[in-house]
Nanobody
Framework: EVQLVESGGGSVQAGGSLRVSCVAS????????MGWFRQAPGKEREGVAA???????GYANSVKGRFTVSRDNDKNTLYLQMSDMKPEDSAIYYC?????????????????????WGQGTQVTVYS
């Protein structure tokens, strides 16, 4: 059973930076596609960024150039570094993993529901 545990959420002023992390329970980071989704109140969940097992990444247009997804295989950890943050980035951020790649779906904005999910971490950006 895969377990994903996010951390690092919090509040940040617009224009600031924040990094969220996701620790996986097993050695899937190097084998699975992993990524970040977010959901704001009253809105649908959307893909933010994802990284495939080979390091290929995909980003939603709304975060390109501001967010960076990365992973540390030795620590079984996925990261999302967020910079130049905006109030519209406020949401619950979820870590997700799937044996099948979904980073291109995130890039294209296509809906996809990975097989494994974390419990989420709240990110709030205030102006």
């Amino acid at each position: 059973e895969v377990q994903l545990v996010e951390s690092g959420g919090g509040s940040v002023q617009a224009g600031g930076s924040l990094r969220v992390s996701c620790v996986a329970s097993s050695n899937i980071v190097r084998r699975y596609c992993m990524g970040w989704f977010r959901q704001a109140p009253g809105k649908e969940r959307e893909g933010v960024a994802a990284i495939d097992y080979d390091g290929t990444t995909g980003y939603a247009n709304s975060v390109k150039g501001r967010f960076t997804v990365s992973r540390d295989n030795d620590k079984n950890t996925l990261y999302l570094q967020m910079s130049d943050m905006k109030p519209e980035d406020s949401a619950i951020y979820y870590c997700a993993a799937d044996p099948q790649p979904f980073h291109l779906r995130v890039e294209d904005g296509r809906k996809w529901s990975p097989t494994d999910w974390g419990q989420g971490t709240q990110v709030t950006v205030y102006s």
